[in-house]
């Protein structure tokens, strides 16, 4: 039986949206209320799948299968498991303090209403889909919503900002359906187990149950599922059956060679489809050189959006990282892992050194993310060295992608708080906020500190995790990421200091410096206890991602199988040579 | 001897044939009813749009019933002797032709393109080119091949002109005449050649012939090199032709210019209609021509067979096939990054329409050229492919009807074609604008849209047949894809964000226009949200034909 909290928590908001239509022209404030109770049902669904026991495990539940498209052999597939357990939390909760940060939008309510709904579906639905045309329907239903919000809604520059968000991550997303056909090409379910076919969700929900009560093969076959038919017809004509399911393509690359084989210039397939996912998610993650769309997109978009953009938007590239390249992927990730590993060495220093620079405070809240995200891939990078060094490695990029959603959000958050007192956001004209508005600025400081990497907040457990593993992966690099800590801290406190401390503000419009009102707390004060509370006790996000983790990266437990013998760090030493 | 012939031509007619070639009928029915009605002055208050719009509800109604007990359960025949052929692509794909001509009816009355005086001449010429259409979509035989693409054509250049008065229309006009005529000149010179070299005009003859003469081993004989150069040339010849009707390149040079002189109904007809049946002909001359392993093996018994068996696994007409592989493949990347790149620096509304139709003909072509490698090993395969052309038609015929019905509608209110007039749409015209974005939207083929899911059906086809053209093709759609966002974007951008002139009073388009639009517009996403019984139709559509 489908079980369909998932079903809910998608279609909710789309539904929410498609509701716009009937809400009066003239009651925009009607908008903004069924948009904030429908993120608030939202939230309360997603917050429930963490406490009815069941999510959370190595394996997937609360799953939902049905044929959507059997003629394309697209299943509408959701589930989810300790990876996206913690960011569709995040996901739904961000998505309501958006909404209630959006209370004060007046340019038409009900379009942008409507539009973060549909945002929220494609996000949602990003993070449950198990199913790579599902996965890519929900991608892609982000794009146009996301556009209009930047262009529509933004700020002056907004329409170009747009354009090139769009145009970027369109180049990414279409790379990205080529690696899935590719793999899709090459794939074939009569080749699995009848184990892994249960535990990868394609004999139904039923089956993929940790303690299901042993629904067969047989069974399966018998069942007038149209898959189970298809399964029969394959299985008797000798002939592949091919399968867009993300977690069975996953499992096919652990236990057989259908990915494997040789292709163009000297490399097998898996290789180039991880080469097109790597450079397509890259574009979200973003990784230099490929970033330049985000600081303009974040600079230009209304606060809500920014907060979105930054804390769940960014996250979706990671996502695919960890859900799909890695375990699909995994001969070609250990191959590429040193590249992978530079790249994001130098998107952290590279984020910082122009967030440095940077004399718009909110500009330089999107740098430091291109600086934070890094983290991510030489934590993924560093995963392939072996078991211990995935669990810490992946565990901390999953940890580093929750605790930047929160940091940045708030961050984001904070700087919207003053633009919208004072119409402009140049720190060498803020100054002294600290004194005119405590509050504000007390939280603000946390959660800079939380993304300084400060002990005890939530920034620093991500950055430790990743860097664990990357010193046996390769000590420079590590050396090198560790240092960019100096360099973060350093811009950080610049801007706290210029925007937050100092005698008094002598900007313009300094009488409307009015204190915090309670519907800002109501978005700030969350965001800051989460920050901390995720600093204290990491453990509630890394115990619910690890299993699942671990169990994803189980080809990376296993030494070299073509080089037997060799030590992990020789191993690094492979990796560059034969990516030189 | 003769009464025997005679009694098996008329039962063959009127007990085969006839019946099953009901829409044609009325069709033809209509077209003498809308010129008879002008003669007695009784009739001439008869607005003709009643009669047309008759005729084509009473076609598709025949339509239906002929699809009654499902496209599955249709068995192939043979009609008129062999003429044409009666199975389920040619149901479907004439089923898209006249929803279309139903459509394309109610859409010209609106915008007054028909109008009471002259609408006969109009509604003529549309149903000519659809009956010649019709023919393309079921032909069986040289004959009805060139039938029905001069019949299709012929009305196409008037329809080009019917607005009289205004030269460029007449320049595309004349234009698209003398190239039309052109390549039907080619396309018959290849044609002939075929038949010559073969020995028959019935197609799937054609393919038996093409299958005995061992292409495999004449290629390796120095002394019949005249015949292979000649089938080359022949097959090079009739796709000259079929790439002028799809406008593919290098044969796409009439399109922009005949898209921008004619009205924009005339481009959604031209675009959608004329597309749709020369790809269901070209899927029919490769699947019955170039021979495939199943129904040789089937059609040639005894000796035959043990002489296919005795050969390698390559099939009889591997070269053959493996040379038109490459034409088609070729072809269809060329015509989508040109079309591509043309599109980008285009100002005016129609022509950038022309140019995004003809890198959709490179994206259609691609799983024709899929199909024609799989029908070698795996002729389920193939239909699969043919299956993906035919559910990419099915949504490009909602996406682009809705975008020139929307240029209709905005030249009537705004007077204007090119882009930038379009500007502030989404604030005076809301129904326009957001049906003319979903169409855009569609057309670049995002999900959750028709536009992505007949996308996703091609590029599954190329995946499947492997090989190193369709990953070339594979590369090219994804790249092309990423391309054409920027025109398609640009004209979402400035129907939503730009401001609308200061002049821009009430320019709604009255209710039935709205209506129509919506209509046409509504498929574009409920298909896309549910498009399971589309590809479903069109799997059934292309069952079993490729074997």
Redesign the interface.
């Known amino acids: 039986m489908n079980d369909h909290a998932l079903t809910l928590l998608v279609l909710l908001p789309a539904a929410a949206a498609c509701a716009m239509a009937l809400v009066p022209k003239s009651a925009g404030g009607a908008a903004k209320k069924l948009t904030l109770a429908t993120t608030a049902l939202v939230a309360l669904i997603a917050w429930s799948l963490a406490f009815d026991g069941r999510a959370g495990g190595a394996g997937l539940s609360h799953i939902v299968s049905a044929p959507w498209i059997p003629s394309l052999g697209v299943q509408f597939f959701l589930g989810v498991d300790g990876v996206s357990l913690p960011l569709v939390i995040l996901t739904a909760s961000l998505s309501f303090l958006a909404a209630l940060a959006s209370l004060g939008v007046e340019r038409h309510p009900r379009g942008y209403c409507a539009l973060l709904l549909l945002l929220q579906t494609g996000m949602l639905g990003v993070f449950l889909a198990l199913d790579f045309v599902v996965f890519y329907v929900f991608w892609e239903l982000i794009l146009v919503p996301m556009y209009l919000l930047i262009a529509v809604w933004g700020g002056d520059g907004g329409r170009r900002a747009a354009l090139k968000y769009f145009i970027y991550t369109l180049a990414g997303s279409v790379l990205m359906l080529g690696a899935g056909l590719l793999l899709y090409g090459q794939s074939d379910l009569t080749r699995l187990a009848p184990a892994d076919l249960a535990e990868c969700g394609v004999m139904g929900p039923d089956a993929a149950k940790p303690h299901a009560s042993g629904m067969v093969l047989a069974e399966w076959l018998a069942s007038d599922d149209p898959l189970a038919e298809r399964y029969v017809d394959a299985e008797a004509a000798g002939a592949p059956l091919r399968t867009f399911n993300l977690s069975a393509m996953a499992r096919l690359a652990r236990s057989t060679d259908v990915f494997t084989s040789k292709s163009w210039g000297g490399h097998n397939l898996a290789w180039w489809a991880f080469v097109l996912l790597a450079v397509g998610l890259a574009i979200k993650l973003p990784a230099v050189p490929l970033h330049t769309w985000l600081p303009d997109a974040h600079t230009e978009a209304p606060t809500p959006v920014s907060m979105l953009l930054a804390g769940v938007m960014l996250k979706l590239g990671g996502y695919g990282l960890v859900r799909i390249a890695w375990p699909v992927c995994p001969e070609a990730a250990r191959d590429l892992a040193f590249v992978v590993a530079v790249v994001g060495v130098v998107g952290l220093f590279w984020g910082a050194l122009a967030a440095m620079a940077q004399t718009d405070f909110k500009r330089l809240v999107a740098y430091s993310s291109v600086s934070h995200m890094g983290y991510v891939l030489i934590g993924l990078a560093a995963g392939t060295l072996g078991a211990d060094a995935w669990a810490l490695g992946a565990t901390g990029a999953v940890f580093q992608m929750v605790a930047h959603g929160v940091t940045s959000a708030g961050l984001f958050f904070a700087v919207g708080v003053i633009y919208e007192r004072v119409h402009h956001r140049d720190l060498n004209q803020l100054g002294g906020l600290m004194n005119r508005m405590p509050t504000a600025s007390g939280l603000a400081l946390v959660l800079a500190l939380a993304s300084l990497g400060l002990p005890c907040l939530c920034g620093f457990v991500g950055e430790l995790l990743v860097l664990l593993p990357a010193w046996t992966f390769n000590p420079y690099l590590a050396a090198a990421a560790a240092s960019v800590t100096v360099l973060i801290a350093a811009y950080t406190l610049r801007a706290v200091r210029l925007a937050y401390y100092g005698p008094e503000y002598r900007g313009p419009n300094g009488d409307r410096l009015t204190p915090v009102t309670p519907r800002e707390l109501a978005v700030l004060i969350p965001l800051a206890v989460a920050a901390v509370v995720l600093g204290v006790r990491p453990g509630i996000v890394t115990e619910v991602a690890e299993p699942a983790l671990v169990a994803a990266g189980q080809p990376f437990a296993h030494p070299h199988p073509n080089l037997p013998g060799m030590t992990p760090v020789a191993d690094a030493a492979d990796a560059r040579r034969t990516t030189r | 001897m003769l009464p025997t012939l005679v009694e098996q031509l008329a039962n063959d007619t009127a007990g085969l044939s006839l019946p099953r070639s009901a829409p044609e009928v009325t069709l033809v029915v209509t077209i003498v009813a809308l010129l008879l009605a002008r003669v007695p002055a009784a009739l001439r208050r008869i607005d003709p749009v009643w009669i047309a719009l008759t005729g084509a509800l009473v076609a598709l109604g025949c339509l239906l019933g002929e699809a009654r007990g499902g496209l599955a359960a249709i068995e192939p025949v043979e009609l008129f002797t062999g003429m044409l052929r009666h199975d389920a692509l040619g149901v479907f794909s004439r089923g898209l032709l006249l929803m279309f001509l139903v459509m394309m009816v109610v859409l010209s009355k609106l915008t007054g393109l028909a109008s009471r005086d002259d609408g006969q001449d109009f509604f003529v010429l549309l149903f000519g080119a659809t009956l010649g259409m019709c023919v393309m979509c079921r032909a069986n035989h040289l004959m009805t091949v060139v039938l029905g693409i001069e019949m299709a054509s012929v009305p196409s250049y008037v329809l080009v002109g019917i607005v009289k008065g205004r030269r460029r229309s007449g320049e595309a006009a004349l234009k698209y005449s003398v190239y039309g005529a052109a390549a039907a000149g080619v396309m018959l010179y290849g044609v002939s050649l075929l038949a010559g070299l073969l020995g028959s005009v019935h197609l799937p003859t054609l393919g038996l012939r093409l299958a005995e003469l061992q292409v495999a081993s004449l290629a390796g004989d120095p002394s019949q090199r005249g015949v292979i150069m000649a089938l080359a040339l022949a097959g090079v010849l009739v796709l000259v032709g079929m790439a002028f009707k799809l406008s593919a390149a290098p044969f796409h040079f009439w399109a922009p210019d005949v898209f921008a002189g004619a009205p924009a109904e005339v481009g959604a007809f031209l675009s959608v209609a004329s597309k749709t049946a020369a790809l269901v002909l070209l899927l029919r001359l490769v699947s019955l021509v170039l021979p495939h392993g199943v129904s040789v093996d089937a059609a040639l018994p005894g000796e035959g067979v043990s002489r296919l068996a005795a050969m390698s696994d390559a099939g009889p007409a591997a070269p053959a096939r493996a040379f038109v592989v490459g034409l088609i493949a070729t072809a269809a990347a060329v015509t989508c990054t040109l079309g591509n790149l043309a599109a980008l620096s285009q100002t005016n509304a129609k022509r950038l329409l022309a140019y995004s139709t003809i890198a959709h003909a490179g994206y259609l072509l691609m799983p024709i050229a899929a199909a024609i490698a799989l029908a070698e090993h795996?002729p389920a395969g193939a239909s699969g492919a043919a299956?993906a052309v035919m559910l990419y038609a099915a949504g490009y015929l909602f996406l682009n009807f809705t975008a020139f019905a929307a240029v209709a509608a905005i030249r009537n209110t705004r007077g204007a074609e090119t882009i930038e007039d379009y500007a502030g749409l989404i604030r005076t015209a809301p129904v326009t604008a957001v049906a003319f974005c979903l169409a855009m939207?569609g057309l670049l083929g995002?999900?959750?849209l028709v536009g992505?899911?007949g996308k996703?059906?091609a590029?599954?086809a190329?995946?499947?047949a492997?090989g190193p053209w369709m990953?070339m093709l594979?590369?090219v759609a994804?790249?092309n894809?990423?391309l054409s966002?920027?025109y398609y974007?640009r004209v979402v951008?400035t129907i939503?964000?730009d401001a609308p002139p200061e002049d821009a009073g009430v320019e709604r388009p009255e209710r039935p226009t709205r209506l129509l639009l919506a209509v046409g517009a509504a498929p574009i996403l409920l298909l896309g949200i549910a498009?399971?019984w589309l590809?479903?139709l069109?799997?059934e559509a292309c069952q079993g034909l490729f074997g």
Do not use: M, N, S, Y
Request: contains cysteine; aromatic residues 6%.
């Open positions: 795996d299956a939207i995002l999900p959750p992505f899911w996703l059906a590029l599954r190329l995946v499947d492997g990953v594979l590369v994804v790249l894809t990423a966002l920027v974007l951008k939503c964000l498009p399971e590809a479903r069109a799997g």
